[in-house]
DNA sequence: ATGAAAGCGCTAACAA
DNA sequence: TTGTTAGCGCTTTCAT
């Protein structure tokens, strides 16, 4: 009872053992009568085709690759879901792979992929040498980066209008009547960090104001010693731009329970990223949407249709994304 | 450059294509001087060996299937993360298929997962039906459930103490002096959600005492709902206990800012899980903490254990926890 | 439309 | 220790 073959099903349903073959393969035809004689053996049977076996023969494996670092970020393992939903719809599978962001340990976990003929990569939160991505090219797997962006043009990205939105919450709390600010950013090793500090510096910059900026490292208690930092000067700011939700909690706790200030009275705190406890009372963050399920979509779409069309160029997408006002920051709810 | 197979090393260093895989193979031998020869030959040529090929032999993919229903509820990202990483450290690697409750779903994405010849099976936070156990032992993969339990004997699982946890959150309640309780529970279609609720209300039977209970399907609306109907009666209950932390959080979500309730004074509530999230200062939630390291690190044990030694019996692991006092509860910090 | 035959890239006897 | 040979379970020509 341990495994069933297509050979046992074509002896039991009288037919060759190709006759099979074609009765479960996508685009193959069999007579009415063959297809009928063979599923009947095959349900018997119990009968279901080895994928191991038909990938090494078309290369087709039906999965996708998927490295990640941090899942303590509810924004990742929410994209990840969604990821392997859309993916599942479409037939794939995903392999996953952890990765910490080092060099060394990203480079390993991708060789291993390859190893598992993956028909395409997806990372999410980790960076790729240029090495890296050149071997992926030449091995003819596309990879898809997303929520990091990558320079050169091996590479597809999706990523949310980074810079733009950091311009957008400068902007939103210039308008607030702000003028003392302050950037916990995102880890400086990611563009996404990057993006997001150069548009609020930039349109800061703009009206002569130099914010003062901290790397949160993408890290609770990095974020949280920032802040007391920040806090702890003779002139603190009125207003701190936190690089993801994720630290923006805990911004928002060091400020409120470490140090007994109010948000947004004492402090306006602005996150990236809109994950769903952004909107839970206890919190109430203001932030930067990341529309997740367009990310999502647009990175299947991406992956497929280089896989599908391995002729089609690489790309870099950027999606909108709004600023959602809630009350850890201060009026103008138009 | 597309694909390098053995047979090219092989040529390359001048051996024959089994001294390639030789080299290759873990328990395998090869001198010295062979070994060198190929390790260049396939340093030069990028060769990796082909996984899919090496697993239709061996039948061994190295590759275990991951069956999860929700990401949103921290617990299974982190369980996953953790699952992962030492599945990873021990050469395996996670196929990951996402699945909702419903018994059709399970089924199908269960024989999918058959189809990749995985080595064995973690479910985490989904049910299984008989049928599907019979058809996995049938098969001869070893499957683990991860945070569920199932009557029969044909699966191992890895759980909390979940009787065990009810009645401690019963005895500290009691002991906190709280008379009228009420239980929002799991999912009662989980053993999880079953034993919590057991334990606890068997507890507090033996005081005489029967809680309100509603089943709050592990989810965020529903734990809400369940919280207004409590609490909006005439003799609302001083004491919830709410069968995960993700459904806590929402209770004292309705509770503080819906209700205008304070926790503790008003009502104490406990949760299960511990997620990072009930220490941070905005919920500051008592709760049965589920050691997860441990859980997971046994359940790891547990598949490889079963997957080396076929005829290791099944069984099931309930692994003893503390309960975390904090301040949604209060006094008797001792 | 169907069967026979040739592999996919590799491991595992089997000799040598 | 090595090379030779036979498959693993399947898809895919190639004839028929």
Redesign the pocket.
């Known amino acids: 009872m341990e495994?069933?073959?297509?050979?046992q099903v074509?002896k039991r349903a009288?037919?060759?053992?190709?006759?099979?073959?074609?009765v479960?393969?996508p685009?193959?035809?069999?007579?009415a009568?063959?297809?009928e004689k063979v599923r009947k053996a095959a349900e018997e049977l119990g009968?279901?085709?080895?994928m191991m076996?038909?990938a090494?023969?078309?290369g087709k494996s039906r999965i996708i690759g998927l490295v990640v670092a941090y899942l303590d970020n509810q924004f990742y393992p929410l994209a990840m879901e969604r990821l392997s939903n859309a993916l599942q719809e479409q037939g794939y599978h995903i392999l996953v792979f952890t990765a910490d962001n080092s060099r060394d340990n990203v480079e390993e976990v991708m060789k291993e992929l390859l190893d598992y003929q993956v028909e395409g990569i997806i990372t999410a939160s980790v960076g790729m040498s240029n090495d890296l991505t050149a071997r992926c090219a030449a091995a003819g797997i596309p990879v898809v980066m997303f929520n990091r962006g990558q320079d050169g043009n091996d590479v597809s990205s999706v990523t949310s209008a980074n810079v733009a939105g950091g311009r957008r919450v400068a902007e939103f709390l210039l308008a607030c009547g702000h003028r003392n600010f302050a950037h916990i950013s995102g880890w400086q090793g990611s563009s996404t960090g990057r993006d997001r500090q150069s548009g609020f510096c930039g349109a800061l910059a703009e009206q002569g104001i130099v914010p003062q900026v901290i790397d949160g490292m993408y890290d609770r208690d990095a974020a949280a010693a920032a802040t007391r930092k920040l806090m702890l000067q003779t002139e603190p700011p009125d207003a701190i731009f936190v690089g993801n939700d994720h630290m923006a909690f805990a911004v928002m706790d060091t400020l409120r329970s470490g140090l007994g200030l109010r948000v947004p009275d004492d402090v306006a705190v602005v996150g990236y990223d809109d994950v769903p406890l952004a909107a839970w009372p206890a919190y109430d963050l203001t932030t930067m949407r990341q529309p997740i399920n367009r990310m999502v979509d647009t990175t299947v779409t991406t992956l497929l249709t280089r896989i599908d069309e391995p002729t089609t160029p690489t790309c870099r997408i950027e999606i909108e994304s709004p600023l959602i006002q809630r009350r850890s920051t201060r009026g103008l709810l138009k």
Chains 1, 2 share one sequence.
């Open positions: 495994k069933v073959t297509s050979l074509a009288g037919v060759s053992q190709s006759a099979v073959s074609r479960f393969t685009g193959a035809s069999a007579s009568k063959t297809v009968y279901r085709p080895n076996a038909r090494m023969i078309t």
